[in-house]
């Protein structure tokens, strides 16, 4: 399949193409014997430029990469680009990854997502969560356009394994899919992926094992936090196609809490107790749970809820709850509203948290006449 393609048959390179994603573009190759282009990407920040999985540059796409500020960094995620990437780098002054660890930085808001049971060994994409993009590399491939398809099964040592193995892209929830093989998909990435490793795996994609999460300090990655709320916890919903339910599973080290005190307007939620003695605060006092213990927390007032460990010992818990496009949430100990939203309601805003007191008016600040 042309994904396996070195540099031989590579057309004269386009010139950079701005994507929808902001500051990002496309290096387009056309193949000579292939129904399908081949790309590159250029990732721009003021932290410094990276260019993916790079290919041979004419002069006016060099100009136009020194005209937004050259290149820092080049990532290799396909072997045959690797002398390429040499070449740039030099003209460039860059570093080079070709093998990163999983969940190393690479580049602005970017780390690499290890790929087990690949064609090759060391496969890895790169996600970018604040964009909701992830680059696959030639790990999938964009054939027919607006969908996905991973090489013959005959390409790896165990098919089924390998579609298993794509389930880590599954875990970022990806929008957007950047392919360097065929065309990329920028709307629907997961809906796409999910159908292309249910074909290849069946329903074995949607069966996970503890032992098999990925688990980590994953909202401590993200933003500042206290340390209280520092824990360990691995997403499990989205590995296994999971969408109109979010679970995963969280440990809690003695002393520490899951989140603050809230309520839910719309998304009602369950615990269960896999291991220790976690507790849960709620408006009607402190529930002590242990093992083999379900805690449901209804929405409105009465499902209230903080999941702490006050024991000595480390506590495992199994979260479910159901996903809504919109929620709110309150918090009482800070008297403050969280409000989610399906789709931005400001510019580029989809998340809001206010204070919840004074409540306003309707018509609060709407005295003074604004032109249309």
């Keep these: 399949m042309g994904s396996n393609a070195g540099l031989d048959g590579i057309g004269k390179s386009e010139m950079l193409e701005p994507l929808r994603i902001p500051n990002v573009y496309a290096i387009t190759h056309p193949l000579e014997a292939e129904p399908f282009s081949t790309r590159a990407y250029l990732f721009v920040a003021d932290a410094g430029n990276a260019l993916v999985d790079p290919l041979p540059l004419d ?3 060099r100009a136009q990469i020194e005209q937004l500020g050259g290149i820092a960094r080049v990532v290799v995620m396909t072997p045959e680009r690797r002398g390429a990437a040499e ?3 030099t003209r460039y002054s860059s570093d080079v990854v070709a093998e990163p660890a999983h969940r190393e930085p690479l580049f602005a808001g970017a780390v690499a997502i290890r790929l087990a049971h690949q064609r090759r060994s ?3 994409a790169i996600s970018i969560p604040a964009i909701r993009a992830v680059v696959a590399g030639d790990s999938l491939v ?3 356009a607006g969908a996905l398809s991973m090489s013959p099964e005959g390409d ?3 098919a089924r394994k390998a579609a298993l193995g794509l389930r880590a892209i599954l875990r970022e929830n990806p929008d957007a899919l950047l392919l360097t093989s065929g065309q990329p998909i920028f709307t629907g990435a997961y809906a796409a992926l999910y159908r292309t490793l249910y074909e290849r795996a069946g329903a074995e994609i949607h069966r996970i094992n503890l032992d098999e999460l990925d688990v980590r300090d994953e909202r401590g990655e993200r933003v500042e936090q206290p340390s209280i709320y520092h824990i ?3 997403e499990v919903g989205f590995v296994v196609g999971a969408r109109r339910l979010g679970y995963r599973v969280s440990t809690l080290g003695p002393g520490r809490r899951f989140c603050p005190l809230h309520s839910h307007a719309r998304e009602e939620e369950l615990f269960f107790v896999l291991e220790g003695q976690p507790s849960v605060r709620t408006l009607a ?3 002590r749970c242990r093992k083999g213990d379900f805690i449901a927390f209804p929405v409105g007032a009465s499902g209230t809820h903080q ?7 480390p506590a495992t818990v199994m979260l479910l709850a159901r996903s809504e496009d919109v929620e709110a949430c309150y918090y009482p100990d800070s008297d403050k509203l969280l409000l989610d939203t399906d789709v931005p309601i400001a510019e580029g805003v989809d998340s809001f948290i206010v204070a919840a007191s004074p409540q306003l008016d309707y018509f609060h600040g709407e005295d003074q006449q604004r032109q249309p």
């Design 87 to 89: 070449g740039i780098a």
């Design 122 to 124: 060391h496969e890895f």
């Design 285 to 287: 006092g402190t529930i």
């Design 156 to 158: 790896y040592a165990d």
């Design 307 to 313: 999941l702490v460990n006050e024991s000595d010992a």
């Design 142 to 144: 964009g054939i027919p």
């Design 232 to 234: 360990r916890d691995a």
């Design 59 to 61: 002069d006016s796409t």
